[in-house]
């Protein structure tokens, strides 16, 4: 009975340690495996139901809390299963337009896997309209080099530093730029793609360092990154798409942050977790690579792609432009709160910035 009690406090104690607003590593990790916190919890939960014969004060207190715990982790999990009400319509077999569709394939390769060919085949089997590579060095550059003759569209960034990044495109691309919106060794790739049908959909790639004990000690540069890219969009009267590994789980207070601030949506909302990291360690996995869009795309299909070498599995997705899904979309409804929090963290980045750029 001991280690399920033990077990009990450890859930109680990370559930309310995640919600602690601060940006240091150690309780922004709390975020992640929430899935892996919600199965311990209802094993606790079923445990002390089951084997508790005489209950005393501590322990009705603790199977409350417990259950408080619990409730708050299924609040966060369950919007990515199909117990939720989908934020991203399908697009139905009579709607299907190749001309307003764009395939896309995500993928933070792992700068030292050495196992190319795994996602050539993937390329080569769903011939994308865009490959986007994350972790990409110049050795990984040209191994992919194979994939030119068919992307003649691309953006090169190979970097020895673990954030690299390559863009191939099929379809046209203009007013390309390379940013380096808080750090010099983190680039972002900000274009627009011109689908076939003439429409024009402005893209953001993104790969921020992640808060941990190895990159960086908190959050804030991540944060601010992402949010500042959202209040960007948030002005922006054109279909667009952010895509990349985020470092984040789309359940996070900043990703869902992120999300009213820019109005975009998550096509897994409804449907899957689509849980890409950690690729060699089936039980502790999150989802870390993202697919986000503007209201007027519908999802075609989306995947996750087998195993690559990586740490990461790759991400293959197909959105469709359509007028109705403008009308028939919601987005999720932003506050003064929202506003007044993602200004704050902004601009706490862009201080933390400056400071580590001058010294």
């Given at each position: 009975?001991?280690?399920?009690?033990?077990?009990?406090?450890?859930?109680?104690?990370?559930?309310?340690?995640?919600?602690?607003?601060?940006?240091?590593?150690?309780?922004?990790?709390?975020?992640?495996?929430?899935?892996?916190?919600?199965?311990?919890?209802?094993?606790?939960?079923?445990?002390?139901?089951?084997?508790?014969?005489?209950?005393?004060?501590?322990?009705?207190?603790?199977?409350?809390?417990?259950?408080?715990?619990?409730?708050?982790?299924?609040?966060?999990?369950?919007?990515?299963?199909?117990?939720?009400?989908?934020?991203?319509?399908?697009?139905?077999?009579?709607?299907?337009?190749?001309?307003?569709?764009?395939?896309?394939?995500?993928?933070?390769?792992?700068?030292?896997?050495?196992?190319?060919?795994?996602?050539?085949?993937?390329?080569?089997?769903?011939?994308?309209?865009?490959?986007?590579?994350?972790?990409?060095d110049q050795r990984w550059?040209?191994?992919?080099?194979?994939?030119?003759?068919?992307?003649?569209?691309?953006?090169?960034?190979?970097?020895?530093?673990?954030?690299?990044?390559?863009?191939?495109?099929?379809?046209?691309?203009?007013?390309?730029?390379?940013?380096?919106?808080?750090?010099?060794?983190?680039?972002?790739?900000?274009?627009?793609?011109?689908?076939?049908?003439?429409?024009?959909?402005?893209?953001?790639?993104?790969?921020?360092?992640?808060?941990?004990?190895?990159?960086?000690?908190?959050?804030?540069?991540?944060?601010?990154?992402?949010?500042?890219?959202?209040?960007?969009?948030?002005?922006?009267?054109?279909?667009?798409?952010?895509?990349?590994?985020?470092?984040?789980?789309?359940?996070?207070?900043?990703?869902?942050?992120?999300?009213?601030?820019?109005?975009?949506?998550?096509?897994?909302?409804?449907?899957?977790?689509?849980?890409?990291?950690?690729?060699?360690?089936?039980?502790?996995?999150?989802?870390?690579?993202?697919?986000?869009?503007?209201?007027?795309?519908?999802?075609?299909?989306?995947?996750?792609?087998?195993?690559?070498?990586?740490?990461?599995?790759?991400?293959?997705?197909?959105?469709?432009?359509?007028?109705?899904?403008?009308?028939?979309?919601?987005?999720?409804?932003?506050?003064?709160?929202?506003?007044?929090?993602?200004?704050?963290?902004?601009?706490?980045?862009?201080?933390?910035?400056e400071k580590e750029r001058?010294?």
């Amino acid at each position: 009975m001991i280690y399920l009690q033990l077990l009990s406090i450890l859930v109680i104690w990370l559930s309310f340690w995640s919600l602690i607003p601060r940006d240091e590593w150690w309780f922004r990790g709390a975020d992640f495996p929430r899935l892996q916190i919600l199965v311990l919890g209802m094993g606790s939960w079923l445990g002390m139901l089951l084997c508790t014969q005489t209950w005393t004060v501590v322990q009705v207190l603790l199977f409350m809390l417990l259950s408080a715990a619990i409730a708050y982790q299924l609040k966060m999990v369950l919007p990515y299963t199909p117990l939720w009400k989908k934020q991203v319509q399908p697009v139905k077999a009579h709607q299907l337009d190749p001309q307003k569709q764009l395939s896309i394939i995500v993928s933070n390769v792992l700068t030292p896997n050495q196992d190319y060919h795994l996602l050539l085949a993937h390329v080569h089997k769903l011939q994308p309209d865009l490959l986007l590579t994350l972790e990409t060095d110049q050795r990984w550059q040209t191994a992919l080099a194979p994939l030119e003759a068919d992307y003649p569209y691309r953006v090169a960034i190979p970097l020895d530093n673990l954030y690299g990044m390559h863009l191939y495109s099929r379809l046209p691309l203009k007013d390309t730029q390379v940013k380096f919106i808080l750090s010099d060794e983190i680039p972002s790739i900000h274009t627009c793609v011109q689908l076939r049908g003439g429409q024009d959909v402005q893209l953001y790639c993104l790969h921020p360092k992640p808060p941990s004990p190895t990159e960086a000690k908190d959050s804030t540069l991540r944060d601010a990154e992402l949010l500042i890219v959202g209040d960007q969009i948030k002005d922006l009267n054109q279909s667009c798409i952010v895509m990349g590994d985020l470092n984040d789980v789309a359940w996070s207070r900043t990703t869902r942050l992120f999300q009213r601030i820019s109005g975009l949506l998550d096509p897994r909302v409804g449907r899957n977790f689509i849980n890409t990291f950690h690729a060699n360690y089936p039980l502790l996995r999150w989802s870390l690579d993202h697919v986000f869009h503007s209201t007027d795309f519908g999802l075609v299909h989306m995947r996750r792609l087998s195993h690559i070498g990586s740490d990461h599995f790759p991400i293959y997705v197909i959105l469709q432009t359509e007028q109705i899904f403008e009308q028939i979309h919601e987005e999720l409804p932003e506050t003064a709160d929202d506003t007044k929090e993602a200004q704050l963290a902004i601009q706490e980045g862009i201080h933390k910035a400056e400071k580590e750029r001058s010294t």
